[in-house]
């Protein structure tokens, strides 16, 4: 039986703790309770987590569509350039109104995944640099953005890639009467909201702004009367719907809203030699630094880790295993 350390209490870490298992696992995070940090919109492509978890996921038929500019090079192109600075052909080449087969995840998704956990095996309150210092040297598991762990690590400053990353503001509403699943993308670069959601009965409307600068449009949302409503409302139009299928409204920030690609020769680099000086495995989409990464493909990734980590498998597996 081997002893997992795993820094990140998200679905990726808690994802990775109850694969590892029945080895020792001891999941660490900063913050003080169990965290819901996965602010964008929730839909896995395949049941393959919820089978592997135990968990049971709904399939919907899921509708995508887009508030088209007049043709599909130029949506494409500004609504790349609206939500990562740069014009390139992204996901939205992809979009087309045929319904495709999601996978959701129940309501309390988070929590399933932590409950076969004993309270021994959750430590909250404790940043990376502390967890790392507080067992014997194991195979750790970092689901921490990979500039962090460069900094923990003390990683020459010479071999780090740029890493680009935009933030957001995402409003989420609660809504009455609805259970739907689908996509509005809006390329336009005169509006900020460049996507609107649904999954069930929840909507989430993503903003981006290109200066990075939100303290505008935060204190209107801070009116909630006027601000909030008014933002809310259109997102809602736009979906065929009205502010009378309101429950409940929040709004939040994002770090991460998007990352772009870096030099794919330091971040492989990097990841390989976590490994092989520290016995650190980067894990997600953050931690491998890889923009298309999906929950779904996390799977495999654990399972490469598991074998690698016993030795039970090689580096080549390592590295097909991160998209090598």
């Given at each position: ?51 592997t978890l135990g968990i049971p996921f709904r399939e919907v038929k899921c509708i995508r569509d887009v508030e088209t500019l007049g043709n599909a090079i130029a949506d494409n192109l500004s609504y790349s350039r609206k939500v990562t600075g740069t014009a390139t052909l992204r996901s939205l080449s992809s979009v087309s109104s045929k319904p495709v087969t999601r996978y959701i995840a129940p309501p ?217």
């Amino acid at each position: 039986m081997r002893n997992y350390k795993i820094i990140g209490a998200g679905m990726a870490g808690l994802l990775a703790g109850r694969m590892l298992k029945p080895d020792q696992v001891m999941i660490f995070d900063k913050q003080e309770s169990l965290p819901n940090n996965h602010h964008a919109v929730l839909r896995f492509r395949s049941s393959v987590v919820g089978d592997t978890l135990g968990i049971p996921f709904r399939e919907v038929k899921c509708i995508r569509d887009v508030e088209t500019l007049g043709n599909a090079i130029a949506d494409n192109l500004s609504y790349s350039r609206k939500v990562t600075g740069t014009a390139t052909l992204r996901s939205l080449s992809s979009v087309s109104s045929k319904p495709v087969t999601r996978y959701i995840a129940p309501p309390d998704f988070i929590q399933q995944m932590a409950k076969p956990f004993e309270e021994d095996e959750l430590a909250f309150g404790l940043e990376a640099r502390e967890a790392l210092g507080l067992m014997p040297r194991s195979p750790t598991i970092s689901t921490i953005p990979m500039p962090s762990l460069m900094d923990l690590l003390d990683y020459p400053s010479h071999l780090r890639p740029n890493f680009e990353s935009r933030s957001g503001l995402v409003v989420k509403a609660r809504l009455n009467g609805v259970d739907a699943h689908a996509t509005l993308y809006v390329p336009s670069a005169k509006n900020l909201l460049s996507r609107i959601s649904i999954t069930g009965d929840e909507l989430q409307a993503e903003y981006y702004a290109s200066d990075g600068n939100y303290t505008a449009l935060e204190l209107y949302l801070n009116d909630e009367e006027d601000g909030n409503r008014a933002l809310l409302s259109r997102a809602l139009s736009k979906m065929g719907l009205d502010f009378s299928a309101v429950e409940s409204s929040s709004w939040e920030r994002m770090k991460y809203a998007k990352i772009l690609p870096c030099d794919d020769n330091l971040r492989k680099r990097f990841i390989l030699w976590a490994s092989e000086e520290h016995d650190i495995f980067s894990l997600g989409r953050f931690a491998t630094w890889r923009p298309k990464l999906l929950l779904d493909d996390l799977v495999n990734d654990i399972r490469i880790i598991r074998n690698l980590s016993s030795g039970k498998s090689s580096d080549t597996r390592y590295k097909q295993a991160l998209n090598w």
